[in-house]
């Protein structure tokens, strides 16, 4: 038991190393970057239906290093609440975008819309050669994550999508093994994502009310928490995009949720791998984790912090706590803020690419539940 111990301390210790060693190389910082101006990076806000704006505002409004210079929402009496809520400056409040992004000249804009709406706002943010940050997933369809690449492309722009899971250092520890060969060629994924249901956790009226709505969050837990595995496989498999998508969704819950799934399961195939990822609104706890089997081992997360490895030779697995992510890599604000300074390029989970091939999968999986089917990515 000893050695095992000592080569698993070993290997999550080379972890901290390898996730130095994988950085993309920095770019050189541009003179006008808030770190060596010495100010804060200007944000504005779009949309407040999106319940995530409360954990993003509860957080930046203790920071120095980011400053939100303006606030778009066209529904009055909710910009109201969150004013009244987190005491915002009379000033921060527009009702129409276009004006606040002239009137406040952000150097960012965040996004907490419905996913609907992500075009519609990125279109707007490259129109004045603004940079991009959104809550998952990307878009409601591939027509929408392919408008909102060209427009990035033309303006020149970062487009970034902001996903929990991209802070949890167990997820980064897997990535690592994964690719330093520690577990073997990945054979299998299986990959958790979910909670009783929005309206069981009781999320705002505004958020649930786009969330049940399959026109404006593209479809319902299969949408909501398919796209976290969507990503991270994507990310794991180095941006490759899987073969074929066959998912089933149901209704589970239908006089709470009528128009919208409330249960997923979508199996990925990929030329010597496959990917279960699972998502739903029906279970009794929060649950974002996942499994990697490779064929000389595998790891599995546990919530942000820890992990469970076994690999060849060894008897059983081991749990253990994995290394604190580091500044740019451990939240989405330091993300941003070193994106936009040039410090490093969009890579991996935030990454646009990344998050095309995400909706890609999630199209096909949404065409695969409806019709019965399996669908071959390459043929749409």
């Not at 504005?44 to 995530?52: Q, T, W």
Request: glycine share 6%; proline share 6%.
């Amino acid at each position: 038991m000893k050695s095992q111990e000592t080569l698993v301390y070993k290997f999550i210790g080379r972890i901290a190393l390898l996730f130095v060693a994988i950085r993309v190389p920095a770019m050189a910082i541009a003179e006008s970057s808030p770190q060596s101006a010495g100010k804060p990076l200007r944000v504005a806000i779009v949309g407040l239906v999106h319940g995530h704006v409360a954990g993003f505002l509860r957080s930046a409004l203790k920071r120095s290093d980011v400053q939100v210079v303006g606030i778009a929402e066209p529904d009055q009496q909710l910009a109201h609440r969150y004013s009244n809520e987190f005491t915002l400056d009379s000033q921060l409040p527009y009702s129409d975008v276009e004006q606040m992004l002239t009137s406040a000249q952000p150097q960012a804009v965040l996004v907490y819309t419905d996913t609907r709406d992500h075009r519609r706002i990125v279109e707007a943010a490259a129109r004045h050669h603004i940079p991009v940050m959104m809550e998952k997933p990307l878009a409601v369809s591939v027509e929408d994550a392919l408008a909102i690449k060209r427009a990035a492309d033309v303006a020149h722009i970062p487009v970034l999508v902001n996903y929990e899971t991209t802070w949890y250092p167990s997820n980064t520890a897997v990535y690592q093994l994964v690719h330093d060969g520690a577990l073997g060629e990945v054979r299998k994924v299986v990959i958790h994502d979910g909670h009783k249901g929005p309206k069981e956790i009781g999320v705002p009226p505004e958020f649930l009310s786009w969330l049940t709505d399959p026109s404006r969050n593209g479809a319902g837990a299969l949408f909501d928490f398919g796209c976290y595995g969507a990503d991270l496989m994507t990310w794991l498999m180095s941006g490759e995009a899987p073969i074929t998508v066959t998912a089933v969704t149901q209704r589970l819950k239908p006089d709470i949720y009528p128009l919208v799934d409330d249960e997923a399961t979508v199996i990925l195939t990929y030329a010597k791998a496959q990917a279960i990822l699972q998502a739903s609104w029906n279970w009794p706890f929060d649950r974002k984790d996942m499994e990697v089997y490779g064929e000389t081992g595998q790891a599995i997360t546990v919530s942000r912090d820890d992990l469970r490895v076994r690999r060849k030779g060894e008897n059983q697995e081991l749990q253990k706590s994995v290394p604190a992510l580091t500044t740019p890599h451990n939240d989405s604000i330091s993300y941003l803020i070193a994106v936009i300074s040039g410090e490093i390029k969009p890579s991996g989970l935030s990454a646009l690419d990344t998050n095309v091939t995400v909706v890609r999968i999630l199209d096909a999986a949404r065409e695969s539940a409806k019709t019965g089917r399996t669908i071959k990515l390459a043929d749409r």
